[in-house]
């Protein structure tokens, strides 16, 4: 009989570290991984961005990692060397989200090594399942290690039909040109290759506060009030799935590390421990809305014409992200932007249209077009930040990302973050 990976469920009602540490080392002693913890631990949070106003529940809070970090070394006395890697979304410096997201404190109180993946010496792993990458180079502490911890955030995501969990969180491994490179119809595909260099020997997720119903970055917080704990990230994120009345088989990366055999699909491969029944939580989760859509259905004063391909992880997703930014930061503004028809991918026919946007370097109208207007946005996909600023520069449409102290992040501080490669040979 096939053995059972195990997933443990805990309640923990708020971001109480000392509560947080206790029930993370239970979640060790019962996976029976207490004295495998030492030596070169490498934890892998999820912070593709953080900012008090425009992105509060984007990444693990500090008091989870702060409860989480007390859990490793609980006891143990400079036995280990604790690093906690990262890259952040496209375009962002990491060390400028750390600094946002409140882990200078961490960093002081553990003694642990903060590691951008951008700055950090890298090293190169081939592929033997790899459908887009053949190889991935990703920061030496993430494959050279003695414990790998994951540290995921509970999320939904359009680009990935729901959900952000532990296999999404691998797409922090990879440096900007491979992480946009086929982040489109292929996004799916490259999460389920990162598994071969991304498998964690133990998952500890930030699920007390969730965040859902619109953009990654910017949507809002919902308390849930739980903390997962498991050692198969398929498993997991079959359960986080459930959590969040998705299907996992209409997942694609998951369906695809299935078919990898990293794991199965099926609640009855999965045995859930804890002290809270699923159905109890899914009884919470019930009626929230995702925000899972596709992008020509949103009813807003934008109207947009998908062409193919669809790509719900490329330009059809993206833009769909930036749309959900006005509705989780500037609703008053979400029924009322002003009046532009986008065209995303390959159209077959003709568009007239007073302000027309066109979105996606393969993108083209094939028939005749009217329009007084007509823009056009480049990239296969172009970056969210590139959305922001081109819309504004293009359009006069003011993103909630358009905020002076992002821009210094995304642009002067990343200069910065360039120019410390560039001298120490890291690029
Ligand atoms: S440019 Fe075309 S293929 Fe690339 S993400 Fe956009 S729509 Fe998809």
Redesign the pocket.
């Known amino acids: 009989m096939r053995k059972k990976e195990k997933v443990i469920v805990r309640r923990a009602l708020d971001y109480n570290p000392e509560n947080i540490k206790k029930i993370v080392r239970e979640g060790l002693g019962e996976f029976g991984l207490s004295s495998k913890v030492k030596g070169r631990i490498t934890i892998k949070p999820n912070v593709v961005m953080a900012h008090h106003k425009v992105a509060p529940s984007a990444f693990t809070r500090p008091e989870f990692l702060n409860g989480l970090l007390g859990a490793l070394t609980d006891g143990k006395k400079d036995t280990q060397k604790i690093v906690l890697a990262e890259k952040t979304g496209a375009g962002l410096p990491t060390t400028r989200m750390f600094r946002r997201a409140g882990y200078y404190n961490l960093k002081k109180k553990y003694r642990i090594k903060l590691v951008p993946i951008e700055e950090s010496r890298k090293r190169t792993i081939r592929l033997q399942k790899g459908e887009v990458h053949e190889e991935v180079t990703t920061a030496r502490e993430i494959v050279d290690n003695d414990f790998l911890v994951y540290a995921p955030k509970l999320k939904s995501n359009v680009l990935c039909q729901g959900l952000t969990a532990a296999i999404k969180l691998n797409m922090g491994l990879l440096l900007d040109r491979k992480r946009l490179w086929n ?3 292929n996004l799916d595909k490259k999460i389920a290759d990162l598994l071969e260099v991304g498998f964690p020997d133990f998952i500890a997720t930030d699920a007390i506060e969730i965040s859902l119903g619109g953009n990654q970055l910017t949507q809002h917080g919902r308390r849930l009030g739980i903390i997962l704990m498991a050692t198969n990230p398929v498993a997991h994120d079959v359960v986080c799935s459930h959590i969040l009345h998705l299907d996992p088989e209409h997942i694609q990366y998951l369906r695809l590390a299935q078919e990898r055999g990293y794991g199965s699909l099926s609640l009855d491969d999965i045995e859930i421990k804890g002290d809270i029944p699923l159905e109890e939580i899914r009884q919470k989760t019930k009626n929230l809305d995702l925000g899972v859509v596709r992008v020509d259905e949103v009813n807003c004063n934008i109207r947009t014409i998908a062409g193919e ?1 669809y ?1 719900p992880g ?3 997703g993206i833009f769909l992200d930036w749309l959900y930014m006005f509705k989780d930061r500037k609703p008053e503004l979400w029924k009322n932007l002003p009046a532009w028809t986008v065209v ?2 390959k159209h077959s026919g003709d568009v007239s249209a007073s302000k027309l946007m066109v ?5 083209e109208i094939q028939g005749k077009v009217r329009a007084r207007k007509k823009r056009k946005i480049r ?3 172009p970056r969210h930040k590139d959305l922001v600023l081109l819309f504004f520069l293009k359009a006069g449409i003011l993103n909630p990302l358009f905020r002076f102290d992002i821009i210094i992040d995304a642009y002067f501080f990343l200069f910065i973050s360039w120019c410390k490669r560039f001298i120490k040979g890291r690029l």
């Open positions: 982040h489109n119809f391909p790509c490329g330009c059809h995303i991918g979105i996606g370097t393969c993108s990239g296969c996909p």
